[in-house]
């Protein structure tokens, strides 16, 4: 497969149920792997399920609109956050992505499920700042 997500150097993010990952494990519409040449993906998986996030529509006076959505778009941005707090405390880290992802993958918590459907596992950014 030739999706964006599978070249090496991406950090390709799977989703969980909110509250119970260890319960209920990868999300029915996560991507699975590995990839066409055999790698890992996707390399972590993170909250992607019934996460309260605006979305447009709804009164901009009144905050605009909110709701529970499901989806890898919506566990992304815990992994992208988790790497921007790594980076705020440590800036030897900026312009060291293979090394932020290292560090992401090899602290993710094993939800025991198939390699290819959870990848490292689940992110854990409190063992992630514990690494370094």
Not at 25 to 41: A, C, E, H, I, Q
Not at 49 to 76: C, N, Q, V, Y
Not at 112 to 123: A, P
Request: charged share 20%; hydrophobic share 35%; net charge positive.
């Amino acid at each position: 497969r030739s999706d964006p997500g599978n070249a090496d150097g991406v950090v390709t993010v799977g989703a969980t149920h909110r509250f119970w990952p260890h319960t209920y494990g990868v999300s029915f519409f996560s991507s699975r792997g590995p990839t066409g040449d055999g790698r890992l993906k996707p390399d972590l998986v993170a909250p992607g399920e019934r996460i309260h996030a605006p979305f447009s529509g709804g009164d901009p006076k009144l905050g605009g609109a909110w709701g529970d959505l499901d989806g890898t778009s919506m566990a992304t941005p815990h992994v992208s956050g988790a790497a921007a707090m790594l980076m705020a405390r440590y800036s030897e880290l900026i312009g060291q992505p293979r090394r932020v992802k290292r560090i992401l993958c090899e602290s993710a918590t094993d939800l025991g499920r198939e390699r290819s459907f959870q990848g490292h596992g689940m992110l854990d950014v409190l063992r992630a700042f514990q690494s370094i």
